[in-house]
């Protein structure tokens, strides 16, 4: 049987105590109650509640004490701070220390019982994120290919074949889309795994360095060559070398490579001593190499010669199916990395990432997260804290857009800017009156986040 979970309450009037002891206990939480914020900082070790509810002003440790003071025992402990004598930039700041959120007393019942279950949605998700990703390593992964697609289930059976050849490797795709993982996992899963894999990015080494790279060079062979140097064949002697943006380099190197590939032997720049190269090549590139050769500008015959096994990577935009999954993936991995709490999408935000069509594919994709998870001051991920060319996309042309509930104002004498600005602070007033001050009903019928209104609030001096 599923034990109840906790919540802890900790305020110093009793009747306040009382009255949320009852109102949780009937949301089949079990409660425990204290009066100051030390006897929670204590309790909290032992219950490790799913929901604390603090008073911000309680003798011997304030409830803002506590909450400095909990985070140090539990960074995702999950704490609803309650005060009669609040100003909005102190829902702001506790916000920002880590609150979960924030509620004014006197308070609506409802929507104190709305906050509590958002807070276990967010403990249900964390779970529901972990026993996802454990199915993830059990079912879904190759090497490091997270998927959910039919299309890459495909490839990833076709790397697997792949990888137990000896078979030179061209990986095409658009830029973003995983080529430099496609050739680890070949080298991972081939007979060479235990050798060096090396990665040389044409690209971005200069053309006159290039050979050099590829080869080495002996001491003296030209200005600045101090020393004798291995070359990149040489590094990856018994393994796999791996040549990104192969479509770059030039004609004189293509014909150098070519050799290395057919004859498996080369020589350092400035050097006579020939040596062998035991070495797996996997190429690739985000370029036409067919176009590339009928313009003269890439050689044939090394086209051909790369070209023994052909693999293409899998735009973004046709495997909608991971781009929830690759977000939650990216969002565990930099909240980690930038020790912050967030540990979800809001829908509204999730939709937004659905809608983009992502034309940088996975690299723009993590890139989006990694700004969110920075930009966040929360759990949630909201579509705020989202880079604009990606909410964009969810407002753009094409979608049925609701007619405007009043026209503006003349507004003599203001720029437009100063008019809407108006009319968003009338709009947010009435809205607020109609739900008779409930700052979480006023959110959701506004569609925007409570933490959003809480900021509109505090620029519009709405009380």
């Not at 009037?13 to 900082?41: S, Y």
């Amino acid at each position: 049987m599923t034990q109840p979970l906790h919540a802890l309450v900790a305020d110093d009037e009793e009747a306040i105590r009382e009255m949320l002891a009852a109102v949780l206990t009937k949301q089949g939480l079990h409660v425990t109650c204290v009066a100051d914020g030390k006897a929670a900082v204590d309790l909290y070790p032992t219950l490790r509640p799913a929901v604390v509810l603090m008073d911000i002003r309680m003798p011997v440790m304030t409830g803002l004490e506590a909450l400095s003071e909990i985070r140090k025992i539990d960074r995702s402990a999950s704490i609803i701070l309650m005060t009669a004598y609040a100003a909005v930039e102190t829902a702001v700041q506790a916000i920002k220390d880590g609150a979960f959120d924030y509620i004014i007393k006197p308070f609506d019942i409802s929507e104190l019982l709305l906050l509590v279950d958002r807070v276990l949605q967010m403990r249900q998700m964390q779970d529901d994120i972990a026993v996802l990703h454990r199915k993830l390593s059990e079912s879904y992964r190759y090497d490091r290919l997270l998927t959910n697609s039919p299309k890459m289930m495909e490839l990833c059976q076709t790397i697997a074949k792949v990888a137990r050849s000896n078979a030179t490797v061209l990986v095409t795709g658009e830029s973003g889309t995983g080529k430099e993982l496609v050739a680890t996992a070949i080298h991972n899963n081939s007979a060479r795994a235990a050798g060096p894999l090396v990665k040389v990015n044409c690209a971005a080494v200069p053309e006159g360095l290039l050979e050099s790279e590829f080869f080495g060079h002996e001491k003296g062979a030209f200005t600045g060559a101090a020393t004798r140097r291995q070359g990149r064949f040489e590094q990856a002697c018994q393994g796999t070398l791996f040549l990104d943006e192969i479509g770059d380099i030039s004609p004189s190197l293509q014909v150098k490579l070519l050799r290395v590939l057919q004859e498996r032997e080369f020589e350092r720049v400035g050097g006579n001593e020939v040596l062998r190269s035991d070495v797996r090549v996997i190429v690739a590139t985000n370029r036409n190499l067919e176009e590339l050769v009928r313009q003269g500008t890439f050689r044939q015959d090394l086209y051909f010669r790369l070209n023994v096994v052909t693999l293409r990577t899998i735009p973004l935009r046709e495997r909608p199916e991971d781009i929830r999954l690759l977000a939650e993936h990216f969002l565990q991995r930099f909240a980690a990395e930038n020790q912050m709490d967030a540990v979800g999408f809001d829908n509204r935000a999730l939709d937004c990432l659905l809608r983009h069509s992502w034309p940088g594919n996975v690299r723009e994709l993590s890139n989006a997260v990694e700004r969110a998870v920075i930009m966040s001051t929360g759990r949630v991920i909201f579509p705020e804290d989202l880079p604009e060319q990606v909410t964009r996309t969810a407002e753009e042309p094409g979608e049925e857009v609701a007619e405007p509930a009043a026209t503006l104002p003349p507004g003599e004498g203001q720029t437009l800017r100063e008019r809407i600005s108006q009319y968003e602070a009338q709009v947010i007033a009435e809205c607020l009156q109609r739900n008779g001050g409930n700052r979480m009903r006023t959110a959701q019928d506004l569609g925007i986040s409570r933490r959003s209104l809480l900021y509109k609030l505090q620029e519009y001096a709405i009380a």
